[in-house]
């Protein structure tokens, strides 16, 4: 047998050459052990070489050129199998990946909530890592949060695989979410003494971004409202943990993320509105994920058969004659009333009271649509909750009232300069503050009149209507939050007070003059901005008349 030219020999693998058949056995050969010696063998070095067959010799030769070659080929099967591995690890990717590639674990989810998946898996996870480690209340309110987010996981696979249900139908299947959104906020209401109370603010004030699912066509500026208003309280965190602790800090960062990821979640895949299946069955209130029933069980019984098909409506034929009809009668003119039966004084009730008493059923015309109101509670004691009682105390240094009605004599005169005032859900009610203390913060409170002597930090106006603010003597900095109509009286001591608003309407500030009068100044609402070629300016509105 003649052998082939060298170059040619050196291209194929020893084993697989055509000429010799099949391949012999090669006891103790593998292509590693020519990647381990390689660099030796190749630089000049006597490592030892994997045992070779007649083959080899017959291929490569018998000289230290031989052993080189064979050497190399090692090499090169070597980084062969290596780029095939990463191809391979490529593919596994892909097909474990949103495509659903295969008969993968993902097969049958829809694309969305694998996405909303990923979302569960890591901002969601690492909220609720950093509130484990916080403790206390901020733990117990993310295991809640976790609760409604899983929540409309499910109605996201309910949605991926079912059409779109009646409006009745769909207000149903939002229950679950809605009720898990009550708990989480009625937690913030229960634990208003929490030292970690702003951090509860913050998660009610945005958990009602889960109703995104029902918020068509804008689903995604909502979940960013929601988002602004929490981070009212977030900035207080970190103006209080900033420098003292960094977990703090995190949990800011982790849990307005999860809102920042869910907004482009929106944006991707479902951007006017929940995204339906077009070819599945339509969504019904028990619409749920097929189970597995227990081995040996008897199938369910089938349900009741379809309402019967409403009468077809009358042909267009019936419908022209009674249009007819109706013309003839109004061209009747004054005898359109001939058959009209005349009602003298004594048969008017607003003339005759004495009808009024007689008994009877009252005749009326027909009762405006109401929705359905759902099914009576089996315990009428459930449906009313118990009035929060009113409190007027001091709680380590923060004065806490709440829940004040129609009390005009509220005073706090005890105070000290470290001491905060907390006024919550006061109801046309007088509250007077003495002495000089720290900060008052106004929350959901309405027609209250507050005055106070010092501030020396801020005073806060949130979520309240028809508040009135007198300063009798200094204060830096007030603050009006999503309030509707607040006066501010300053005092002469105070007019160099800033005032910050926001989301806020009706608000106007009333300086003192000279005669112990006021004059009223309205605070803008309406802006205008416009684009100078470097930034945007903002100006205040004139509003012309």
């Not at 005759?352 to 109401?370: C, D, E, M």
């Not at 002495?435 to 806060?460: A, H, M, P, R, Y």
């Not at 002469?492 to 003059?513: G, Q």
């Amino acid at each position: 047998m003649s052998a082939e030219p060298r170059s040619q020999q050196s291209r194929s693998h020893p084993l697989a050459d055509p000429r010799l058949g099949p391949a012999p056995a090669c006891p103790g050969w593998d292509p590693t052990d020519g990647a381990r010696i390689s660099a030796r063998e190749l630089g000049g070095g006597r490592a030892p070489l994997p045992p070779h067959t007649a083959a080899d010799v017959t291929i490569y030769g018998s000289g230290a050129e031989g052993r080189k070659q064979r050497l190399r080929t090692a090499v090169d099967m070597e980084r062969l199998v290596e780029r095939l591995e990463k191809a391979v690890e490529r593919l596994e990717t892909v097909c474990q990946g949103p495509g659903m590639c295969g008969d993968g674990s993902s097969k049958g989810v829809a694309q969305y909530v694998q996405a909303f998946d990923a979302l569960l898996a890591g901002p969601v996870a690492e909220y609720i890592k950093i509130s484990k480690e916080v403790g206390g209340d901020v733990q117990k309110h993310a295991e809640m949060v976790h609760a409604g987010l899983m929540s409309e996981r499910a109605l996201l696979v309910m949605a991926s695989q079912h059409q779109q249900p009646t409006e009745n139908a769909f207000s149903s299947l939002l229950k679950p979410i809605s009720e898990q959104i009550q708990v989480v906020q009625n937690f913030r209401e229960k634990n208003r003494g929490s030292k970690l109370f702003n951090h509860l603010s913050a998660v009610s004030e945005s958990i009602p971004a889960l109703g995104w699912v029902a918020m068509a066509p804008k689903p995604g500026p909502y979940v960013k409202e929601m988002t602004d208003a929490a981070m009212f309280y977030t900035n207080r965190i970190l103006k209080e943990y900033k420098d003292v602790d960094k977990k703090q800090v995190d949990w800011v960062k982790a849990y307005l993320s999860i809102w920042t990821e869910l907004q482009a979640y929106i944006k991707e895949y479902h951007t006017t509105g929940l995204t339906w299946n077009k070819t599945g069955p339509v969504a019904t209130e028990g619409a749920k994920s097929p189970s597995v029933p227990p081995a040996g069980a008897a199938p369910p019984p089938p349900g009741p058969p379809p309402p019967p098909a409403p009468a077809p409506v009358g042909s267009s034929t019936d419908d022209s004659a009674s249009r007819s009809a109706l013309f003839a009668q109004i061209n009747r003119g004054e005898g359109i009333t001939s058959g009209l039966r005349h009602v003298s004084d004594d048969m008017k009730t607003h003339k005759n009271p004495a009808l009024k008493n007689q008994g009877g059923p009252v005749r009326s015309g027909p009762k405006p649509f109401t929705a359905p109101k759902p099914a009576c509670n089996a315990n009428p004691a459930q449906k009313t909750s118990l009035k929060a009682p009113a409190l007027l105390e001091l709680e380590g240094k923060k004065w806490r009232v709440e829940n004040q009605e129609n009390a005009t004599n509220l005073v706090i005169s005890d105070t000290e300069l470290k001491q905060v005032a907390y006024v919550f859900k006061c109801t046309n009610s007088t509250l007077q503050i003495k002495g000089k203390i720290n900060s008052i913060t106004l929350d959901n409170c309405k027609k209250l009149g507050l005055v106070f002597d010092d501030v020396v930090g801020i005073v806060e106006i949130i979520n309240s209507r028809d508040v009135k603010v007198q300063v009798m003597g200094k204060v830096p900095t007030i603050s009006i939050n999503k309030t509707d109509g607040c006066h501010v009286y300053l005092s002469k001591n105070s007019l160099d007070c800033e005032i910050v608003s926001a989301k806020s309407s009706e608000m106007n500030v009333l300086i003192p003059t000279e005669g112990g009068d006021f004059t009223e100044f309205p605070v803008p609402e309406q802006f205008k901005t416009v684009w100078n070629g470097q930034k945007l300016v903002t100006t205040v509105t004139e509003i012309a008349g």
